[in-house]
């Protein structure tokens, strides 16, 4: 495992990586307001027009109004989905920015005591800072290596029907036209939490991937990275159960959507060059930190039937991930079902 100082530095570049991921998620917020305020007025107009006429909501879907709410939703998405993609790209170069700078730090901080990049520097062992350009391929890329307009594009039709089969089932329970406006723009704000989730796995996905790609450039310096898991009750189970595996660095991170882990080079140690001295002691794992919790802490974050297998002796935490093959995100680590754990 990477000694706590390497594991104490990523921690910090990854509160800076949030903070970036924060600012350019509340520009993509403030840049939805307008859109949403469009769509409330037409809806609302719909709406009236059709309780005014007392139309059914089988005739209500099939109003030329309700046509040209469709086309103005795709329509108006489809703006915002250029703004978006280009604020998507500002934040993967600033994160990759931000990789080049973590990673020699992070190296540095993961070096046994009283070895430094100028000490190894003077035997051969210097660090190989990779061109600017040779990270092109994580900006304004999505993670299956399409434009991130492709992986946008879909959202647009998909919420033109979410949104107007709302409208419909306003109509339908008899609602008011403010609140049937209401039922839509939740259907109207599950478009906004996508996008937000996109331009979040995508950020830290190239941040990652800069990373790793820095990491593999140096393999006489590091010999793989481990993954690396926040220790707090959000965490998914998948990411506490996997936090300190090792990887090679050719291999990408299995990452689930919205996930928070990081990563850290695994350095050579006193052994790897050639002296007779003792390797620091390992630093604490998520597994770890979670057996120290209190009781409603674990069962919160396992489930009742989870837990209570853990409490027995019966489920071990590094038995709750498993590895699966999502189309648009890749390789991921997700929460292993009960059924799957005999549960």
Known sequence: MPPPEAQRVTEEFAKRLAAL?????????????????????????????????????????????????????????????????????QAQAGAVVLAQQSTFTTMAAGLPPGITPNILGEVGLSWNRLPQEAFANFIGISGNG????DLLAPLGPQAATAITESVGEGIARGYSPRKTATLAQKASGMQLSKVLT??????LRAHREASRMQYAANPNLIKGYRRHSAKDDTVCLACIALDGELYETEEPLDEHPNGRCAIVPETVTYSDLGLDLPDPPQPENAKDWLRKQPESTQRKMLGGKRFDA??????????MAQRTDNPVWGKSATVKPLKSLGL
């Open 146 to 149: 399409a434009p991130l307009a």
């Open 21 to 89: 991921e924060a600012a350019q998620a509340q520009l993509m917020i403030d840049a939805y307001q307008p859109v949403q305020k469009n769509l409330d007025n037409s809806i609302l107009k719909l709406v009236r027009l059709a309780q005014l006429r007392k139309l059914k909501p089988w005739q209500v879907m099939k109003m030329t109004a309700m046509t040209t709410l469709k086309t103005q939703i795709v329509g108006e998405i489809a703006l915002y989905h250029a703004i978006v993609a280009t604020q998507i790209t």
């Open 198 to 203: 996109i331009a979040r796995t995508e950020t």
């Open 310 to 319: 853990f409490k027995e002796g019966k489920l071990d935490l590094g038995q």
